[in-house]
Nanobody
Framework: QVQLVESGGGLVQAGGSLRLSCAAS????????MGWFRQSPGKKREFVAAIDWNGGTAYADSAEGRFTISRDNAKNMVNLEMNSLKPEDTAVYYC???????????????WGQGTQVTVSS
């Protein structure tokens, strides 16, 4: 099993920045990629960004150019730096871990509890 704990959510004004972190523990050797998804009220959970242990990344179109995903392999942590935030970025952000970088939830076996990000206009 792999446990994921997110941190760093909060309230920020439009145009501001936030940094989310996800700490992985347990059998981290069983996963090769970590990603971020988000879910807004009334909407399906959607892919944001993902990264593998070799540094390969993928971003949703909505995140490209504004968000940066990075990882600290030694600490088993993944960070999501979010800049130029918009009200539509408001959501619960979930960390996920799996075997490959993918934009589909089904490729991820482990999920965190989520952290709320609220962007005010």
């Amino acid at each position: 099993q792999v446990q994921l704990v997110e941190s760093g959510g909060g309230l920020v004004q439009a145009g501001g920045s936030l940094r989310l972190s996800c700490a992985a523990s347990g059998r981290t050797s069983s996963v090769s990629a970590m990603g971020w998804f988000r879910q807004s009220p009334g909407k399906k959970r959607e892919f944001v960004a993902a990264i593998d242990w070799n540094g390969g990344t993928a971003y949703a179109d909505s995140a490209e150019g504004r968000f940066t995903i990075s990882r600290d392999n030694a600490k088993n942590m993944v960070n999501l730096e979010m800049n130029s935030l918009k009200p539509e970025d408001t959501a619960v952000y979930y960390c996920a871990a799996g075997l490959r970088v993918a934009a589909t939830e089904g490729f991820y076996d482990y999920w965190g509890q989520g952290t709320q990000v609220t962007v005010s206009s």
